[in-house]
């Protein structure tokens, strides 16, 4: 058995992001069941500009999206924890503001990317515009399904 393929962090050029558009569409990321209250969990976003992670999660019934990569030193944040200001690093426990991405507790400094949600039919979708995706695209690959 092969661990999952990994892609190396290639940010995005200047010229690249300046061409990426801002203009902002919806994209079904699961259904609403899979991120159930109190529970953060890691999703890919498949838009036509590619690939995207996203940490995904619940708190007082409300669906939250952010980039999944702590802005200390890069750790999952959907391996964190969720608590009633924001979510935990489970590295060295950096929290961050769910709705602002600002970090509200040491040691990062650095706010994490924040993304609006709606929940339509029972699916979540996130709303992410072509530079966010060329902006925050795949950090590790998804793994093939089975
Ligand atoms: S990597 Fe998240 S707090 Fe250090």
Do not use: W
């Not at 290639?10 to 061409?19: C, G, I, K, Q, R």
């Not at 964190?80 to 507790?105: A, M, Y």
């Not at 996130?126 to 695209?137: A, Y």
Request: glycine letters at 8%; a negative charge; hydrophobic letters at 30%.
């Amino acid at each position: 058995m092969t661990a999952p393929e990994e892609t190396a962090v290639v940010p995005a050029s200047d010229e690249e992001l300046a061409a990426a558009g801002t203009e902002c569409a919806f994209v079904r990321i699961c259904r609403a069941g899979q991120v159930p209250e109190g529970y953060v969990r890691r999703f890919y976003a498949e838009t036509e500009h590619g690939q995207m992670e996203l940490a995904v999660a619940r708190v007082d019934g409300k669906a939250y999206a952010t980039s999944n990569y702590c802005t200390h030193l890069d750790c999952l944040l959907s391996s964190g924890k969720l608590q009633d200001d924001g979510i935990r690093c489970s590295c060295h426990n950096s929290v961050f503001d769910l709705q602002t991405g600002e970090p509200i507790q040491p040691p990062a400094t650095e706010p994490i990317r924040t993304y609006p949600v709606r929940e339509e039919d029972g699916q979540v979708l996130v709303g992410l515009t072509e530079r966010d995706v060329v902006e925050g695209g795949p950090r590790r690959r998804k793994p093939p399904s089975m």
